[in-house]
């Protein structure tokens, strides 16, 4: 299956969740995920959208309960569209954030850690980050679809939208 096999005009996610990467001058909050969707991989703090909640206060509580950072001003940057072939079909919303307080804490969800963003260890994180999230932290705003099939990802597609 491809992209472009689907109708996204009328795809609805089965999950909505939302992930925030934290910059720190050249560096970027980074977790060792531990439970859910992607244990075992390098991921950014995130989670679902709760009911009742809108996606930048899942941000927040999200960072705040697998990290114990309190974020502030987050940056909208792109929205993430994946279609697993087992049905699974997840929205992601990304945000950057550089207005943060609070210490690092692990958690029974996830390890942080402050990385290098040219030290990005793409191999343990998903597949598909590597085609957007060095653009997202230069700022570029993006729309990504993907087909997963498990953790394999089988298509993309990626836009790039101009931002300021
Ligand atoms: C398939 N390729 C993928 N590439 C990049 N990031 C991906 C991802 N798939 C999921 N993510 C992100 O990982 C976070 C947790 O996902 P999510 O399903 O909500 O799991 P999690 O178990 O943490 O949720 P709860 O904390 O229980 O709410 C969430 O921000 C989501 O955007």
Redesign the pocket.
Known sequence: MKVKDIDWTTWIPS?K???TYILDGENVLLIH?K????AGMV??P???IEEGETAVEAAIR?TK??VGLDTENLIFSGD?Y?H?LDGLK?R?T?YLCRDFKGSLIETD?ASPFWCAIKDIPWEN?????RHWLPQALKNERFTGY?I?DKEK?VDKSLVFHASN
Do not use: R, S
Request: proline share 0%; no cysteine; aromatic share 16%.
């Open positions: 999950e969740a939302v992930i995920k439970t859910g969707l992607g991921n950014a995130g989670g679902h999200e309960e697998e993430l994946f697993f997840l992601g990304v969800e994180m998903w597949e598909d980050d993907f997963f990802m």
